[in-house]
T-cell receptor, first 114, second 111 residues
Framework: KQEVTQIPAALSVPEGENLVLNCSFT??????LQWFRQDPGKGLTSLLLIQSSQREQTSGRLNASLDKSSGRSTLYIAASQPGDSATYLC?????????????FGTGTLLAVQP | NAGVTQTPKFRILKIGQSMTLQCTQD?????MYWYRQDPGMGLKLIYY???????DKGEVPNGYNVSRSTTEDFPLRLELAAPSQTSVYFC??????????FGQGTRLTVV
């Protein structure tokens, strides 16, 4: 059974700091990995998708890496801003034709202090 | 292009009542998912579908049912509501090898 863990559960940093969020998964036979952002009381917004054949993806100040062999992904946020405060979730996708599933971690609650 | 739309946004049910949470998408996604989110527990997969006419159980399917008669619609049915089903429910749609798109959620309280 695929299990996805995110560390730390919560993180508070001063504005301008660079930070790393971690995601680990137990079954390395994944198809894709996605990072999402969730604001309080809202749905999830996709930030980055890394396909299994890729090592990293970048979007603006965000960079996500994937190491399938070790079952790890990291989300790097450069020059953090108060607007980055949210919960960040990773999800692994296991594709099996008729059994495509998206399994989530428990998330990291990020607070960026002005 | 509205994306993934869920209704209602909020609902209070009495124990034993039934209801259907609606989810519709206009992005022609093959894959659709229903999740529940409880505080500190992340998102748990209830049911999913890989296409019209095909559904399968996720991690926590007990007490729920789904159908996928069309590509666009993926309703979630609660037959006998229980307090343990108090949660926030999210529907999502996804196409092969692309990002998943989520609805805004339905906050359900069972009293």
């Amino acid at each position: 059974k695929q299990e996805v863990t995110q560390i730390p559960a919560a993180l508070s940093v001063p504005e301008g700091e660079n930070l790393v969020l971690n995601c680990s998964f137990t079954d390395s036979a994944i198809y894709n990995l996605q990072w999402f952002r969730q604001d309080p009381g809202k749905g999830l917004t996709s930030l980055l998708l890394i396909q299994s054949s890729q090592r990293e993806q970048t979007s603006g100040r965000l960079n996500a890496s994937l190491d399938k062999s070790s079952g790890r992904s990291t989300l790097y946020i450069a020059a953090s801003q108060p607007g980055d405060s949210a919960t960040y979730l990773c999800a692994v996708e296991k594709y099996g034709g008729a059994t495509n599933k998206l399994i989530f971690g428990t998330g990291t609650l990020l607070a960026v202090q002005p | 292009n509205a994306g993934v739309t869920q209704t209602p946004k909020f609902r209070i049910l009495k124990i034993g009542q039934s209801m259907t949470l609606q989810c519709t998408q206009d992005m022609n996604h093959n894959y659709m998912y229903w999740y529940r989110q409880d505080p500190g527990m992340g998102l748990k997969l209830i049911y999913y579908s890989v296409g019209a006419g095909i559904t399968d159980k996720g991690e926590v399917p007990n007490g729920y049912n789904v159908s996928r008669s069309t590509t666009e619609d993926f309703p979630l049915r609660l037959e006998l509501a229980a307090p343990s089903q108090t949660s926030v429910y999210f529907c999502a749609g996804q196409s092969l090898n692309t990002e998943a798109f989520f609805g805004q959620g339905t906050r359900l309280t069972v009293v």
